[in-house]
């Protein structure tokens, strides 16, 4: 009777950019109650599960979320109410079938993903185990390599930098601790070096500098700097993940991009010459969602350099990500809870992924809450790489010191490593 569903509550709440977003809170037959929380995207992708808003214009400008909210209160928890969570497959079914859509527009992605995992929550609480204990078992081997998003241009800053993610990538540390360290020191340094050069030190959306620059290698070469004056060795102790957010350049006529409007293959010749210069090892979404021609041709020309994670293309839904994999676009795939809406749907997508001797990056979103349930999923399906924001403000810092509560704790778990990028 104890792991059964007694009441299941949401309501509305507000996430790191202060829109509104949904809470769920759980009770069990034997007393255990979970609050789970989710985030919500910007440069979101247009095959995504619909994150359901009420588009009043008087409540949020739009953004309201008092409908998702009612559909898990009046739609949701009367059939959810007195199941077991331990039965995570089972309600998730439940969930679609509520639902009835493939893209969970009627209940909203941001309803049913709240209760999807605070079910999952709920189980791991019942059996008396860490989260990602629970969920990975004796497999969860892994602490992931932290990549760490330093500074911001795009949808998630309001400056004229058009990547919108240069990361830090601490993969020469010994332990995730290490890592951390290692990158909040640059991360300072590069706040030194802003000043100085008299450039601004605001922050976007996740954390990361969003200073004017002349160009994306002037970013890069401020990247190096910090992470030199920060006493490391670039390519060594640290390298550098970029995710261009290819979606938000893309027009009818091509790509606009620093100025000027690019084909596919010419911005492949760009990433090309990119990663000859600086120590990247990882573009996340170099090319549009729809363009699988050029992804193919990319992977084909970059694959065996560097990781090319998929984002918007796959959405963390196992018919793109299939698809990927037949027609050998990308080599990692990027992975958020909220595109897809259900821990079920989200295991199945790395599970796949996996398969196919592909890496994944779980991932938070820009806009997000204290919720910390992708630190746990990164170490239960031994991801090896999170992507969670930089080491600075409180919704990102709460996913890294997580893990650092979770890597002090059990000894048996090792630093991915260089073992992150290994295929
Ligand atoms: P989003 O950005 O959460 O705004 O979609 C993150 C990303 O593109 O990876
Ligand atoms: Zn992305």
């Known amino acids: 009777m104890e792991d059964r569903i007694k009441s299941l509550q949401a309501m509305e709440i507000l996430d790191s950019r202060g829109n509104p977003t949904v809470l769920v809170e759980l009770e069990l037959e034997g ?7 989710v985030p919500s ?32 209160n009046e739609v949701i928890a009367p059939v959810l109410t007195g199941q077991k969570v331990t039965d995570q497959a089972s309600l998730d079914r439940r969930l679609l079938e509520l639902d009835g859509g493939p893209h969970k527009a009627k209940l909203g992605a941001n309803a049913i993903l709240a ?73 300072q340094a590069l706040k030194k070096i802003l000043q100085q050069k008299k450039l601004r030190t605001a922050v976007g959306d996740e954390g990361g500098f969003a200073p004017d620059l002349q160009s994306n290698r002037a970013a890069l070469d401020l990247l190096i700097q910090a992470m030199e004056q920060g006493g490391l060795k670039p390519g060594q102790d640290m390298v550098l993940a970029l995710d261009i957010a290819a979606n938000e350049i893309k027009r009818d006529s091509g790509y606009f991009f620093e100025g000027g409007v690019k084909t596919g293959p010419e911005l492949i010749d760009y990433y090309h010459r990119l990663i000859h210069d600086y120590p990247i090892i990882s573009i996340e979404d170099g090319l549009a969602e729809d363009d699988w021609e050029n992804w193919q041709l990319m992977t084909e020309r970059l694959g065996d350099q560097i990781q090319l994670v998929g984002d918007d293309i796959f959405v963390t839904n196992t018919d793109r990500i299939q698809r990927g994999i037949d027609e050998i676009c990308a080599n990692a795939v990027l992975i958020k809870l909220n595109q897809i809406g259900t821990i079920t749907e989200t295991l199945q997508a790395i599970r796949l992924t996996h398969q196919a001797g592909w890496r994944t990056v779980v991932s938070h979103r820009s806009g997000e809450t204290e919720d910390t349930t992708i ?16 080491p600075a403000r409180g919704e990102r810092i709460a996913k890294y010191n997580r893990l650092l509560v979770i890597e002090h704790k059990d000894p048996s778990l090792e630093y991915a490593g260089w073992e992150a990028f290994r295929r």
Do not use: C, W
């Open 31 to 37: 007393g255990i109650q979970i609050v789970s929380r």
């Open 115 to 187: 209760v999807s995992q605070a079910v999952l929550e709920g189980a791991a609480r019942v059996h008396n185990q860490p989260l990602y204990r629970y969920l990975g078992g004796l497999n969860a081997s892994v602490l992931p390599v932290p990549l760490l998003n330093v500074l911001n241009g795009g949808a998630h800053a309001d400056n004229n930098i058009d990547i919108q993610e240069f990361m830090f990538v601490p993969v020469g540390a010994a332990t995730f601790r290490e890592a951390l360290r290692m990158a909040q020191e640059s991360y």
């Open 41 to 72: 995207g910007a440069s979101t992708g247009a095959h995504e599960a619909v994150e359901l808003r009420d588009d009043n214009p008087e409540r949020f400008g739009g953004k309201g979320v008092l409908g998702a909210v009612n559909n898990v």
């Open 375 to 390: 630190a746990d999923l990164a170490v239960a399906v031994n991801s090896a790489q999170i992507k969670t924001g930089a």
